[in-house]
């Protein structure tokens, strides 16, 4: 069993930076695929980026690729997701997605555990 917890949403100004940290509970956590999903208001939740188990391999959104960086401290149990210049269009609330299995993916039903989800808010 896995729980994830985010934190480090707030409204920031176009062009500014959050990081995004999700704590990440359960001894097999270093074994997981992590991911970073976001949702806004009417849309489907949609994938950002994600990282594998042993942090080698990272894949990101289009819309994100280069202002977006994940990372993950084993040590700390926790998954990262570094944003900068962002933009209106990146408000939503961003969910941290773990995949048992180790591989990850841009599918949502790859992950089976779920963070609560932490507001973003890019004004103009």
């Known amino acids: 069993q896995v729980q994830l917890v985010e934190s480090g949403g707030g409204l920031v100004q176009a062009g500014g930076s959050l990081r995004l940290s999700c704590a990440a509970s359960?001894?097999?956590?270093?074994?997981?695929?992590m991911g970073w999903f976001r949702q806004a208001p009417g849309k489907e939740r949609e994938f950002v980026a994600r990282?594998?188990?042993?942090?080698?391999?990272?894949y990101y959104a289009d819309s994100v690729k280069g202002r977006f960086t994940i990372s993950r401290d084993i040590g700390k149990n926790t998954v990262y997701l570094q944003m900068n210049s962002l933009k209106p269009e990146d408000t939503a609330i961003y969910y941290c997605?773990?995949?048992?299995?180790?591989?990850?993916?841009?599918?949502?039903?790859?992950?089976?555990?779920w963070g609560q989800g932490t507001q973003v808010t890019v004004s103009s």
């Open positions: 997605a773990a995949d048992s299995l180790g591989l990850g993916g841009t599918r949502k039903d790859r992950y089976n555990y």
């Open positions: 359960g001894r097999t956590f270093s074994r997981y695929a």
């Open positions: 990282i594998t188990w042993s942090g080698g391999s990272t």
